[in-house]
């Protein structure tokens, strides 16, 4: 089997309601795409959400990448994969290019578990076929206040979650513990809350201060309570809690994640396949996090996340956003779009490779 061609292009999908978080604010989704073809009529799928550079990844797949792989066996991915990060090494490492691996390399997985036959997540080892999820949402908007938040809260409880997620650092410290305490109530206590700040105090202080005001509430975990590149930052913030710190979903390769375990940031990572390297490069990170005994939770992407979740041991929950929050707007180009069970569970499926699909005609309206 040979790769004859790789097509990657961007599309950008608007939301209806702008909807915020600690340190942005996101009008629409934009994604890098790319289909990888081979001679025996196969085509693998990648993506990836582009924050705003959805472009420059599809290009740095098409134009300094896919020349690497063209008449290359997709099922090489160990050696493909090293070849790709080894030959960007002056202006790789992280960022683009590395998100351009990523989507290269699920591609690259997704052939080889249609060629085979076989779901990705057996083709790697099932551990599993049912993953547990959380519901994420609690995002900032105009038009929701308190009671607003409240009522979204009690619907993720209604349709079976056990397990929420909110943001929180947007507002003064006051108002902020006022959120967490109407999510702790909203839930329940018996139920686990989760909160992220992504990356919004900038000094010691400032986060435990703050991630200790949230303490009464009972959360399980901080998510990003300090911006992903301070690792030492993070360190202290997580020794100085009661309660741990998670991150990851911006962290690169296993060298990144190294670094994050090493300096005892984190006690749970949140590696993102379609950031981290791909599949590839997601495995080992999680495998280090194994021997360690550090629990994998990865962030957003519920529908690759599933596969890979059901063939580790560590991993605790799939991320999952409904599509009446109107976060995740790439469930409108999906053939396959998931829902989780009444008891929150997400069977994993079992078509070939990693199963998911776009609809090419509804994706042709939000191309760039």
Not at 121 to 126: H, P, S
Not at 275 to 284: A, I, K, P, S
Request: charged fraction near 30%.
């Amino acid at each position: 089997m040979e790769i004859t061609d790789v097509e990657s292009f961007a599309v950008s999908i608007p939301l209806d309601e702008p909807v915020a978080f600690a340190t942005r604010v996101v009008e629409e989704r934009d994604h890098a795409i790319v289909y990888v073809r081979t001679d025996e009529g196969h085509e693998g799928l990648g993506y990836t959400l582009g924050y705003g550079g959805a472009k420059l990844i599809a290009d740095a797949a098409s134009d300094v990448l896919a020349p690497m792989l063209i008449g290359e066996d997709p099922r090489d991915t160990e050696r493909l994969w090293r070849e790709m990060f080894d030959g960007t090494v002056q202006i790789g490492r992280k960022g683009v290019m590395v998100r351009a691996i990523s989507i290269l390399d699920i591609a690259c997985w997704d052939l080889k578990g249609k060629a085979a036959d076989m779901p990705l997540y057996k083709l790697l080892g099932a551990s599993k076929e049912e993953i547990s999820t959380y519901a994420s949402g609690g995002y900032y908007r105009e038009s929701k206040d308190l009671e607003g938040l409240r009522e979204e809260m009690e619907t993720y409880v209604d349709r079976g979650h056990d397990a929420v997620k909110m943001k929180v650092g947007r507002e003064s410290l006051a108002e902020e513990t006022e959120r967490v305490r109407t999510v702790r109530e909203a839930i329940g206590p018996d139920r686990t809350l989760l909160m992220d700040a992504n990356g919004k105090w900038s000094n010691k202080q400032e986060a435990v201060r703050a991630c200790r005001a949230f303490g009464e509430y009972d959360p399980y975990f901080i998510e990003e309570p300090v911006m992903p590149d301070s690792i030492g930052l993070m360190s202290e913030a997580n020794d100085a809690l009661s309660y741990p710190v998670a991150a990851g979903e911006l962290e690169f390769t296993r060298y990144g994640f190294e670094h994050l375990m090493e300096a005892g940031a984190v006690e749970i990572v949140q590696p993102d396949v379609t950031v981290v390297g791909g599949v590839t490069e997601w495995l080992r990170v999680a495998n280090a996090a194994a021997a360690r005994d550090v629990p994998v939770a990865p962030h957003y992407n519920w529908d690759l996340h599933v596969h890979l979740l059901g063939a580790i041991e560590n991993g605790l929950w799939a991320e999952f956003f409904y599509r009446d929050s109107d976060v995740k707007a790439f469930d409108d180009v999906l053939e396959h779009p998931m829902e989780p069970t009444d008891d929150a569970t997400l069977s994993i499926p079992d078509r070939p490779g990693h199963g998911v699909s776009i609809d090419d005609d509804t994706l042709d309206e939000f191309r760039i």
